[in-house]
């Protein structure tokens, strides 16, 4: 067993695959991956191999996951280019807004043995070269019982990933290509990295937003999942009632979330007129996930002079360095949850993860709270940890255990 450990290893996951599809080493008769994300950058760097490899009479299939626009319709078209008649290409697409397809999966095989990739390395280039990544090698050798049961078991796993008797699976040819692409389930790279205006429209009166269209649904739901137990309760202050939703005995120890331009623009730029207020825009949907996180609803005032705002003022956090004064408030006419601080929209930049941690046992601070800029090292992790969409809008937002 070898490990690769990117940055750090000389050779990065993105040379083994390299390695394995040409003709260098052993020469396998199938490659299979289920990744979550693929894109063009990472597909370009496997083109030639990947033609190669097919061309040699290899099979390929693939599972591949097509959640918070991860992967990009150039890398399933080059895909299908690719691979063609040679091999197959599945998606993995669980409608479930809390459920992501997220494994990385390499395995190759041959007559008598395997070579097993597991990791954090999608197909991207992020995740094949620049990312901060793991990955686990494994070289089978399937004489021996426990490599041959673990091979299967593998098998197995990408065998369920990739089997459309699950409403939640598809197999990839153009027709569907073209429905995900009309149906907005996939788009192209340069789109996706383009926000969405509707953002800005989130905080403008009820009469001057448009209800979200409805779309054909192309996947149903998957294999059965056991849940936590979920049970509504009623908080009533002064005749106002406030209905919560919580995970029972469920802990969150951080939240993260992109940062969208309302949350870090001023408003108005013409001379004279006023600067918005500076307020971060939690989804009331985050609040009410894990109500405990927030101190909701034990540590909130309601509001004398507007009934049903609850307010929790001079929450402390601490952010580069400094201890700052944070408030918390939350109304009933209003669709998110709201975090009132210069410091924090001054932090950030649109594109932006903020991350904010609960601290434990601290008396300087309740929160950490750490900005992630667009471009570093550490914003794929927390990307992928952003798995839930508010409606009508490319903000993500998710916690960590």
Not at 206 to 220: A, I, W
Request: with cysteine.
């Amino acid at each position: 067993m070898k490990i690769i450990l990117q940055p750090f290893n000389e050779h990065h996951l993105g040379d083994m695959l390299k390695t394995a599809l040409s003709e260098q080493g052993q020469i396998w008769n199938s490659f299979q991956a289920a990744v979550a994300f693929a894109k063009q950058s990472g597909v370009a760097h496997l083109q030639n191999e990947l033609q190669g490899f097919v061309n040699r009479g290899g099979y390929i299939r693939m599972v591949i996951g097509i959640d918070q626009y991860g992967t990009s319709i150039e890398a399933l078209s080059d895909l299908l280019s690719i691979i063609g008649d040679k091999g197959e290409i599945w998606i993995n697409h669980e409608p479930n807004k809390y459920i992501t397809f997220h494994p990385k999966v390499y395995l190759f095989e041959a007559e008598s043995s395997a070579l097993l990739i597991v990791g954090s390395g999608n197909l991207t280039e992020g995740g094949l070269y620049t990312n901060d990544e793991a990955s686990l090698v494994y070289e089978l050798d399937l004489s021996k019982a426990d490599d041959h049961a673990l091979l299967d078991e593998v098998k197995e796993a990408i065998n369920q990933w990739g089997n459309d008797d699950m409403d939640s699976v598809r197999k990839l040819d153009k027709v569907l290509l073209q429905e995900l692409i009309e149906l907005d389930y996939v788009r192209s790279e340069a789109k996706t990295q383009t926000e969405d205006e509707a953002e800005i429209e989130r905080d403008r009166a009820s009469k001057d937003r448009t209800s979200p269209v409805s779309r054909k649904h192309l996947f149903g739901r998957g294999v059965s999942r056991r849940r936590p137990t979920r049970h509504r309760t009623r908080v009533s202050r002064k005749e106002q009632a406030v209905e919560i939703e919580f995970a029972e005995s469920e802990q969150a120890q951080g939240f993260v979330m992109t940062l969208m331009r309302t949350d870090v623009g001023t408003g108005q730029t013409t001379p004279g007129t006023s600067r918005r207020s500076p307020e971060i825009f939690v989804p009331l949907a985050a609040r009410k996930m894990y109500p405990d996180f927030w101190g909701w609803p034990n540590s909130f005032i309601e509001d004398p002079a507007k009934p049903g705002k609850f307010d929790r003022s001079g929450v402390s956090m601490r952010i580069g360095g400094e201890v700052i004064r944070v408030n918390m408030m939350t109304w009933p006419d209003k669709h998110d949850f709201r975090l009132r601080s210069e410091a924090l929209r001054s932090a950030g930049q649109e594109g932006d993860i903020l991350r904010i941690e609960k601290t434990r046992n601290s008396q300087d601070f309740a929160y950490y709270v750490e900005i992630i800029p667009a471009g570093t090292s550490a914003y794929e992790y927390f990307s992928d940890l952003c798995i839930n969409r508010t409606p009508n809008s490319q903000r993500r937002w998710g916690y960590y255990g």
